[in-house]
Structures are given as C-alpha cells and as structure tokens.
C-alpha cells in the first residue's frame, strides 16, 4: 500500500498535504505518529464523563491534527462535534460523536493497513 | 543580537502532534521549547522572556487559553520584546482582531504550511533582532550624549563655582532642588506647561544660573562682609551678564536647553512681588523655570556655609523662606516646598558628587526609553536583569527558603523552585488567593489579612512580619512571613504586589508555647497558678464589663491531719485528687486555680442563680480520697457585691472563708459587703495579711448536703 493509497482509504487529500508538508518523508512520519495522539481517548473518556469541556478540547485538537495532516473526512465531522460542543448543544453532539467514532476507526485502520505494508 | 547563540522558539499547543509538526517544520536552525498549556507557556515566559525570540501560540489549550497568555504577556510588557505568532484554527475575524489587538505580530490560519510558517518564523525573527539593534544603537547615542553634554556644563559651572570660592555642591544642590520641585509641581498643578523632558532640560540648565559672575571683579565676589551699595550693584548685573553671554552665542540659539538657560540666568534675582532685579517681572511674568531656581538658589545659599555666615539648618531655612524672610514667592511654589520638605531635607543629605551625574543620566535614558514606547529595554540592561536573575537563582536555591513574589496584576504568585517542591505546589499559581492548593495550606482569612497587611504599608515602611500556622503537605507548621510591599513609582505610588520569603519557626515557636505553658501552671496539679489565673481573671472581667462574676476560694479542711497521719506523699495525692474533681465538675469557661497549699481558685461567670452553680461544685468537691474524708470551706465573693477590682474581690472571698474557718469548716459563704477587710484565711503567699479585726459576713449554709 502506498502512503497515496493510504489517504483514499482514509478519505484524505494526499495532495493538499504534500503541498503544506512538502515531502513525502514528513507526511509519513506524522501520519504513523497520528496513531500514538492521545486526543481519541481523551475525546471518548471525557464523552462518557460527560466532562464536556475537556471533550471539547480532545474534539478541538483531532479536528486541527486532521485538517493538517489532511484527513479531511474525519476533520469535517471533528469539526461539527466541535462546534455542538463548543454551543453545549448535547442533542447534537450525540451523533456527531459516533461518526467521529466510525471516521476515527477508518482512518486508523488504514493508517494501521499502510502501517503493515511497510 | 549576537550570532553566537541560536535563537529559541517556544511552542505552545496541547497537542504534542502540532509541537512536533512545527518544530519539524522550523527545522534544525532553532532550539524549540515546548508549552503543553497556557500556565506552563507563562511559567517559561516568567523565566527567561528576554531569551525567547519568538512564541507560536495556539488559542485553545487546557489551564490557560493563548488570550490569557496574551493578557499575561501584556501585564508584563514581554509582548514588546517578544513577538507573538499565533496558529489556530479559531479564525472568526473577531478573534483575529482580538488577537492582534493583544500584540501578536501574525496570524497564521490551520491548516498550516510548512514554507509559509517557516518563512514567517524567520522574519519575524529577523524584523525584531533588526530593531533590538537599533534600539541598542540610539539608546548608545544618547546616553553618550547626554554624557558629553552633562559633562561639559558641569566643568563650566564648575569654573564659576571655583571663582565664586563656593563650596562645589552648590550647583549639584540646584540641579537636585529643581528637579525635585518640578517633578513635585507637575503633579500638585498643571497650569505650567512643563513636559518630562523639560525637567530634565530645566534642571541641566539650572546649573548654568550664575556664568554671569564670571564677569564680576574677585574683590567684589569674594568679599567677606558686607558689599557696599556701589559692589552691590556691581554684583547685581550678573543675572544681565549671564543671559548676554548666551545670547551672543553664535550658534544654538534655538536649542531649547539655551533658551531655558537664558530664562533663569536672567531672571533667577526677580522677585514676585516685582521688586527683584534685572527687569521688576512680577507674578508669573517670571518664567517659572527662573522662579523655581530663585527659590533653590535662596535654600541652598541658606543652607551652606559661606564665607560671611555659617550654615542654617535646613527646618529653620524652610521656615525662614515659608516666611517671606527671604523675599517672594509663588505661593504655589512655597506650597510645593511645605510638602516637599522631609523629601528635600533626605535628597539633600544624600546629594554625592561623585555619582550624582551617572545617575541622572541613567534616569534621562530612562525617561527617553518610557516616552518611545516602541523602544524597549537595552541589550545592557537585558544582560545586568539576566545577571541578577542568575545571581537571584542561586542563592535562593542554596537559601533552602520559600521565597515568593506576587503580583496583583495579573494575580500570581512564583515560588522559588526550592520552595515549590518544599510546598508540593506549582512554581507558578495564578489566581492564588482562588487556587485550592494555597486555600488549603492556610486558614480561613489568613490571605486576606496578609494582602490588607501589605495594602496598608507605605513605600517608605514596606516591610511587614506575619505569624501564621500552615498545612505543608498535611502537617500543621508556624511559619514567619516577611514580606515587602511593591510600589510602582507613580504618584501617588500604586501597591504591585509583595516578595517576601517564609521562615519556618515551629520549633521555636513550640517551645515557646510549651514555656508559656510550663510559666503558667502549677506543676504538680496542672492547674493554672495564681499569678496566671489573675491574670485571666482581670483579662475576662475587662473584656466583659457588664457580666456577673463568682469567684471562690476554698481549702481542704483538716488537710495537715492527711499530710501527718499518711504522710506528704499521701497529701500530694489529695491535692491531685481535689484538682481532677475540681476540673471535672466545672463548666466551660470557668478558671480554676491552686493558690497556697491546700488551697484553691476558681472562678466563673453567671447569669442567675450563683448560689445553685457554688452548691453544685462544692457538693462535687466533698467525699472521700481512700480512707481520707474530705471536706472543704468556701468562701465566695460576687462582682456586683464586692466590685471587680481583682485584689478587693480576692479579699473578699478571702473574707468569707475565714468565717467559714472560725464558724467550724465544712460549709460555704457569701460575701456580703460589710466585711472589714483585715482578716485572711488565706495561707500568707501573696498579699496576705494577719489582722484580727471583726467582720460581719452574711450567714450562707450549707445547703441540702
């Protein structure tokens, strides 16, 4: 699997990347160090805590960390449960919660899929 | 800045993600410090702000938000040296104002581009180390300026002064007169309109007041009496002279600093009634530059010695002057100096030849840097503060102290890095009298009164001493605060907030208890003694004059039989024995007490019914100790009977005992009032005295015993 096969799995923009972080090298190392970011399990601790505020942040720092590693499926759903947390508006976070949940899970496991072919 | 050390670039963002990406981006040409939050952004700011060419700063993060950070940056003036890049995703265009209203340089949206931030982050450096030198640059300038042209003004005072054959402080004390009065009247008025370079300008001139007596004959200058009408008037064209010569300058007759010389040389002998000399100005025709140095020149010429007349001291030349002794003046101007007085008076003692120049200079360049504000301190000064800082570093580490600074604004407190770890807290506490860790080292109130302590200091007596009881990591210390007050030197001085360092003094203070303690009982039944007990009691019957008190005094009967029959060690034990029921039966708030031998104090307020209360305890007192019976006799003396001063009122349970003794023991007594006080029951120990008159005491009884 190439790094560019990687993103379409993902649903990322692999050329908006490479044209921010300018080398293919670059773009790897972070994308592999995506899968040690502790702002998941922030995210899905503080959701069940209901501690909102802290899930706000954890939402905050994945939807910035995807959009600047281009992974722009799981930025745009990061970004609306930001934007309901940030508004305190539960009902809608809810379900934002869980397509970021399903974008997470889809990007890892093809970030874990590039990670074997290596 | 140099090129030997690289620059250092703090990133600040809560996601160690973003830090390394950037930091990737910025490559190898620069030390990276990391921030995982706003509060630790600071703290590192707090440290070493002149060694960080650069902040990235992200908007949201835990503890502390980038706007706080900005709002600390700008309390602390680090945002003029510092700049700031901001990175976030936030960009709704009032955030972005926000931002750059706090004084960040850029803005650089997310996604970010590794070429764009790259490029900006040089820049920027680049922009700032460029204007640092300059600024290095102009501020060189002028303090050699300002160097060369205090110097040379003070050689050519110096040549009059010399020909005058006055003492050499003369013009110091003028320069240092001027400067005080005009700073003083800047605040008190503004209807001159005097700006803060003009001080300094007026002062400087000053100096120059009296190059006219160049031109003055040395027999007439340096005659020791009396100048005759003719010499008098001879002497007087000097003010015309003086202002002549810089008239006829050829060059740098604009220069405001001529100008203002020419003012005072000419005018400083007018009078504001108009009947000085050259011209008879009057009242505010004389400019107030001339004025004010008139006034200098008659203190200082007051004050020193001279060769027809020994100095005057200084309260008696303020009331000469304050008097119109010593001709006219602005009453404005006399004002200024009633209120300057002490002020003066502490200047002038201090006035040293020698560093008074550098030191003015110092405050010129001051005054120069505060009024460009996009000036920032010197690369001189960054590296005396980075020496001090070193200097503060190490001996607060080798101290083993807590030592703290606190500002009010914004509200935080540092902690020496010894003291943090000491205390188990943050070296850096926002908010502290909010935060729970400090909430729980001290008790309720304990902040407050310490931050109203040091409100109510004064920048001249700024230090207080504050005893208190803390919780260190949960064991209770009495620690010793000494703190001194900040205050900024505006006027009137505004309270910045406090450094002090905490002395643990619990060992000391323990003991101190423990004698006080020890100073204060008896030690065999650790009751109070009597010297303590009257002590309390007179505490209690003063704080509570409109109470009703009882006090009792009584004896164990027949306790010399205890003692002969089962020995002292026996009697002892009684003793033990009375003190335990006594302490068992009392109520709370009651003071008790071994007074002599076998006898006994106690003493207690009431509201009604004394009579129950000393039943109760008497009829807990009796019974028996082993095989011992014991009884006792009381005898009781009331406050609304017997008064409250301490001796009539122990006199007078004294009274009542021995009537007790004389009418057979075993019972108690009232005092009445009647008595006549020469009798005692008392063993001699204090002021016992053996009488044997006759007094008449109320006949209480033993009641349903």
């Not at chain 1, 699997?1 to 044209?19: I, P």
């Not at chain 2, 400090?438 to 109203?452: I, P, S």
């Not at chain 2, 919780?471 to 209770?476: E, S």
């Not at chain 2, 004294?654 to 007790?660: C, F, I, N, R, S």
Request: hydrophobic share 40%; net charge negative.
């Amino acid at each position: 699997m190439t790094l560019q096969e990687c993103y379409a799995a993902l649903e990322g923009d692999f050329e908006g990347v490479m044209g921010r972080l300018r080398t293919e090298r670059l773009v790897q190392k972070f994308v592999l160090k995506f899968l040690d970011d502790g702002s998941y399990q922030l995210l899905t601790e503080s959701m069940e805590n209901g501690n909102y505020d802290d899930a706000f942040r954890a939402a905050h720092t994945i939807k910035g960390v995807g959009q600047n590693l281009g992974f722009n499926k799981l930025f745009e759903s990061s970004h609306l449960l930001t934007e309901a947390l940030r508004g305190k508006d539960l009902d809608a976070a809810a379900p934002l919660y869980e397509q970021v949940k399903a974008d997470y899970a889809q990007t890892v496991d093809a970030i874990r899929q590039y990670q074997a072919s290596l | 800045m140099g090129n030997e050390r690289r620059q250092k670039v703090l990133i600040a963002d809560d996601s160690e993600m973003n830090r390394a990406i950037l930091a990737d981006m910025l490559g190898n040409d620069y030390d990276i410090i990391e921030a995982e939050n706003g509060k630790e952004a600071v703290a590192i700011l707090q440290k070493q702000s002149s060694e960080i060419d650069l902040l990235l700063l992200d908007i949201v993060m835990p503890e502390m938000d980038g706007f706080g950070v900005l709002r600390a940056m700008n309390e602390f003036r680090w945002i003029e040296d510092t700049p700031v890049i901001m990175i976030s995703a936030e960009n709704t265009p009032d955030r972005v104002q926000q931002a750059y209203e706090l004084g960040i340089t850029d803005f650089i949206s997310r996604p970010f581009d590794a070429i764009i931030v790259h490029h900006r982050v040089v820049n920027t450096i680049l922009l700032y180390a460029k204007q640092k030198k300059l600024v290095n640059m102009v501020t060189d300038q002028i303090y050699e300026k300002e160097k060369q042209s205090a110097l040379m003004i003070d050689i050519l005072s110096h040549i009059v002064e010399f020909r005058n054959g006055e003492s050499g402080q003369h013009v110091l004390h003028i320069r240092t007169l001027t400067e005080l009065m005009l700073r003083h009247l800047l605040q008190m008025s503004d209807k001159y309109f005097i700006s803060k370079s003009d001080i300094s300008m007026i002062s400087t001139a000053a100096a120059l007041h009296d190059i006219g007596k160049i031109a003055i004959p040395a027999e007439i200058l340096n005659k020791p009496g009396r100048l005759t009408p003719e010499e008098f008037a001879v002497m007087k064209t000097h003010s015309e002279i003086g202002a002549s010569m810089l008239e006829a300058l050829p060059v740098h007759q604009n220069e405001s600093l001529v100008r203002k010389a020419y003012e005072i040389c000419r005018w400083h002998h007018e009078r504001y009634d108009g009947k000085g000399y050259p011209d008879g100005l009057k009242g505010d025709e004389i400019p107030i530059s001339a004025q004010i140095v008139a006034l200098a020149d008659v203190y200082d010429a007051l004050t020193s010695e001279r060769v027809y007349k020994k100095a005057i001291p200084h309260e008696k030349a303020v009331e000469m002057i304050l008097d119109g002794q010593c001709g006219q003046f602005n009453p404005l101007l006399l004002q200024c100096l009633r209120e300057l007085e002490d002020k003066i008076r502490e200047e002038m003692s201090r006035v040293e030849i020698r560093d008074w120049s550098d030191k003015r200079n110092m405050r010129n360049i001051a005054d120069e840097i505060m009024q460009h504000e996009e000036l920032s301190a010197s690369e001189r000064t960054l590296q005396l503060l980075d020496h001090e800082r070193m200097k503060y570093q190490f001996f607060a580490d080798m101290s083993q102290e807590v030592q703290f600074e606190y500002t009010v604004s914004p509200p935080m407190v540092v902690l020496s890095e010894w003291g943090a770890r000491h205390l188990g807290m943050d070296e850096i506490i926002m908010n502290p009298c909010s935060d729970k860790t400090v909430r729980d080292c001290f008790e309720e109130g304990v902040l407050e009164n310490m931050h109203q302590a040091l409100i109510n200091t004064s920048p001249s007596d700024p230090i207080i001493n504050y005893d208190c009881c803390v919780k260190i990591k949960g064991t209770d210390r009495w620690i010793k605060i000494i703190a001194r007050a900040t205050w900024s030197s505006d006027e009137p001085p505004k309270y910045q907030g406090a450094i002090g360092k905490a002395l643990d003094i619990h060992e000391t203070r323990t003991k101190m208890a423990a004698l006080e303690e020890m100073a204060a009982h008896d030690a065999m039944t650790g009751l109070y003694n009597h010297k303590f007990a009257r002590i309390r009691i007179q505490d209690m019957m003063t704080s509570r004059p409109d109470s009703k008190f009882a006090l009792g005094i009584f004896d164990v009967d027949h306790f010399k039989q205890a003692n002969d029959t089962y020995g002292h060690m026996f009697g002892d034990q009684v003793l033990i024995h009375m003190a335990k029921t006594l302490k068992r039966n009392m109520r709370e708030g009651t003071v008790s007490a071994r007074v002599g031998g076998d006898e006994f104090l106690l003493f207690f307020e009431y509201r009604q019914h004394v009579d129950l209360a000393i039943n109760r305890i008497f009829n807990s007192l009796i019974g028996k100790y082993e095989d011992f019976p014991i009884s006792v006799s009381m005898g009781v003396a009331q406050t609304d009977v017997a008064g409250t001063d301490y001796d009539q009122l122990f006199h007078a349970a004294d009274q009542a005992l021995y009537t007790v003794k004389q009418g057979g023991r075993g019972y108690f007594k009232f005092y009445d009032g009647k008595g006549c006080d020469a009798l005692t029951a008392i063993s001699p120990i204090e002021d016992g005295n053996d009488g044997d008159g006759q007094e008449e005491i109320k006949e209480g009884k033993e009641e349903d015993s």
